[in-house]
């Protein structure tokens, strides 16, 4: 690259980063085109090397592809990705990352995503993937990962959202689920992996997700979290998963949906983050980024168009996201999926505290 080139690059980078630019325009076809090219591409080395969580990445492609309108079944190939997702269900009951690969919590609900997505739930052994889920729990109401022990409150998430879209969320002991995680609640209204960890966004979702599919938003300190959030908005207008940290486009979704889930997804600045998303955005190939400049992947594609769908920043006549169980709002009604939300209009004791909690100073953003 000649020095022309190199400062022609450190320019479009630095505007990329500046806050007071404005963003280019959104461009679903190109990651279209990019998420049907990713799934194509077997022979890549990206392929290769994220064998242990091809069915998740399934799931995040399937559902962008849906939240962009595109017919996602047609163009990525549903009845394969139905056999793919089958064939990772294992004699115990669970599902591996890929074919062969030993039962994870996680890749249990990716692949029972997957099959959601697809109208193929009745396609598994859903009996053996209910009790798979349900034997581990833990005597505290936990959840381990797989049968190595490994506890985290992701695990939570993941057993009963998991278990809600088989219809069995009755095989776990819900209130012992619900008393875990709210014993993992911080000083400061966030949540950690375990108790005493520290509060992360990522961690927040799969714990408020969890509560509110047991229904016990009750145990939510909601303005303290929400006011906990909300400071995760940068001054590049994206949002971090916790205190002094760079901000990605994942926590776009991460934290809007909390926001959602709770009534506050008017405490952020809206503008600001969809504008920080679209600069995330890889405009000649596709794909969108964790960072203006960065290179994209799937993940990112995904929680940053899902994050844009909580903003009501897509263009069109698109389906929704269910901030809860992460599916297309169709998809989740489909199947009578329930889960308790606070809606923005019952939020206004919220919108007191933070005011006063600000000293009476500037409004909440709108």
Same mark, same amino acid.
């Given at each position: ?11 479009? !980078? ?32 990206? !392929?290769?090397?994220?064998? !242990? ?8 492609? &399937?559902?962008?592809? $849906?939240?962009? *309108? $595109? ?7 549903? %009845? ?5 997702? /089958? ?14 690969? #030993? ?14 997505? &697809? ?20 005597? #505290?109401? +936990?959840?381990?990962? #797989? ?6 409150? $992701? ?12 219809? /069995?969320?009755? #095989?776990?002991?819900? =209130? ?19 108790? =005493? ?35 995760? @908005?940068?001054?590049? *207008? ?7 940290? @760079? ?24 503008? /600001?983050? $969809? +504008? ?19 290179? %994209? ?6 929680? =940053? ?13 698109? %389906? ?15 199947? =009578? ?6 809606? /923005? ?15 009476? *100073? ?5």
């Amino acid at each position: 690259m000649s020095a022309v080139d190199e400062a022609a690059a450190a320019l479009a !980078y630095a505007t990329l980063n500046d806050p007071t630019q404005p963003p280019p325009p959104f461009a679903p076809e190109r990651h279209a085109a990019y998420l049907k090219r990713v799934a194509a591409d077997a022979g890549a080395l990206e !392929y290769a090397l994220t064998e !242990y969580m091809r069915v998740s990445g399934v799931y995040w492609g &399937l559902t962008a592809m $849906r939240l962009l *309108g $595109r017919d996602a079944a047609a163009e990525l190939g549903g %009845p394969a990705l139905v056999e793919l997702a /089958r064939g990772c269900q294992n004699a115990d009951g669970g599902f591996g990352g890929a074919r062969g690969h #030993d039962s994870h919590v996680l890749y249990t609900l990716s692949a029972l995503q997957v099959l959601a997505l &697809l109208g193929a739930l009745d396609r598994c052994d859903r009996a053996a993937a209910a009790a798979y889920v349900a034997a581990l729990q833990q005597p #505290d109401g +936990s959840f381990c990962g #797989d049968r190595w022990g490994e506890v985290d409150t $992701r695990f939570s998430y993941c057993a009963l959202a998991a278990l809600a879209l088989l219809g /069995r969320l009755g #095989d776990a002991d819900v =209130g012992r689920a619900a008393a875990f995680v709210d014993a993992c609640r911080n000083f400061d209204g966030g949540y950690g992996c375990a108790p =005493g960890a520290e509060s992360h966004a990522g961690q927040v979702f799969c714990c408020v997700g969890a509560l509110a599919i047991a229904r016990r938003l009750d145990l939510v300190d909601r303005p303290l979290l929400c006011w906990w959030l909300a400071e995760r @908005q940068c001054d590049s *207008g994206g949002l971090n998963g916790r205190p002094e940290k @760079q901000a990605d486009v994942c926590y776009s979704w991460w934290i809007l949906s909390v926001l959602r889930m709770l009534g506050a997804d008017h405490w952020i600045d809206g503008a /600001r983050l $969809r +504008s920080f998303i679209l600069k995330c955005q890889d405009l000649p190939d596709g794909g969108i980024a964790d960072r203006p400049g960065n290179c %994209p992947d799937v993940f990112h594609t995904f929680f =940053g168009v899902g994050g844009l769908s909580l903003l009501g920043a897509l263009p069109g006549d698109r %389906p929704g996201i269910d901030a809860v169980f992460a599916l297309p709002e169709d998809v989740v009604e489909s199947l =009578g999926l329930e889960a308790q939300t606070v809606p /923005r209009n019952d939020a206004s004791l919220l919108d007191a505290w933070a005011a006063e909690r600000r000293g009476g *100073g500037a409004a909440i953003v709108k």
